[in-house]
């Protein structure tokens, strides 16, 4: 079985201030993906970043960037120059590598105030 | 524009009676699931299809069913045995091939009244 861990129920950051949330999992799988998932009031989830496990490079999107740990596994998502748009539900998100099905596994979830 | 359908966005079943809940896609993926998500959890998979006409059972199954006959439609059946169905359903998609994470559709409410 496959876990996902978000210990920070609620977070909060200034507007144009940096912020991580963070993410750890557990997995006995070696091919696996990770994801950060952004839920705002409009409910539609909507894909921030991802990571191949196999990488060490860490991911970056624009603002959004993650620190892959694979041995600690732990993902954490920082937010670059918070906007007032970042406001939302974040959920880390794990699946399996195409061989082993592809169903994804979700953390509980943190939400994200930014204060202007 | 390719993305997932789910109707009706609001929906209010009474107690004892059956409800499906509709998923249409037309980017072409193959595999479609089924998600239910409560206030201050995460989500949890209900069911979920890699193919035409085969599907599986998820983390909390009991008390849903679905059926896939077609490729772009992966309808849930929220049944009477279903004991606390109010709730938030997601229904999403996903290409073949590694790495790819999933297209989502924007949800259905579900109340029980």
């Keep these: ?116 | 524009d390719g993305g997932i359908t789910q109707s009706p966005k609001y929906l209010f079943r009474k107690e004892g009676q059956n409800v499906t809940l509709s998923c249409e896609q037309n980017l072409n993926h193959d595999a479609m699931y089924w998600y239910r998500q409560d206030p201050g959890q995460g989500l949890r998979l209900i069911y979920y299809s890699q193919i035409v006409n085969d599907f599986q059972k998820g983390d909390i199954a009991e008390g849903y069913s679905v059926s896939r006959e077609k490729k772009e439609s992966f309808p849930l059946t929220v049944t009477s045995a279903q004991k606390n169905p109010t709730a938030f359903y997601l229904c999403a998609s996903r290409a073949p091939g590694k790495g790819y994470g999933y297209t989502f559709g924007s949800g259905t409410r579900l109340t029980v009244v």
């Design chain 1, 1 to 116: 079985a496959q876990t996902v861990t978000q210990s920070q129920p609620e977070m909060s950051v200034q507007e144009a201030e940096t912020v991580t949330l963070s993410c750890t999992y557990d997995t006995s799988e070696s091919d696996y993906y990770l994801f950060w998932y952004k839920q705002p009031p409009s409910r539609q989830m909507i894909l921030v970043i991802r990571q191949e496990a196999y990488k060490q490079q860490n991911a970056t999107e624009n603002r959004f960037s993650v620190n892959f740990q694979k041995a600690a596994k732990s993902f954490s998502l920082k937010i670059s120059d918070s906007q007032l748009g970042d406001a939302a539900m974040y959920f880390c998100a794990l699946r399996k590598g195409e061989t082993s099905g592809s169903r994804l596994t979700f953390g509980e979830g943190t939400q994200l105030t930014v204060n202007p």
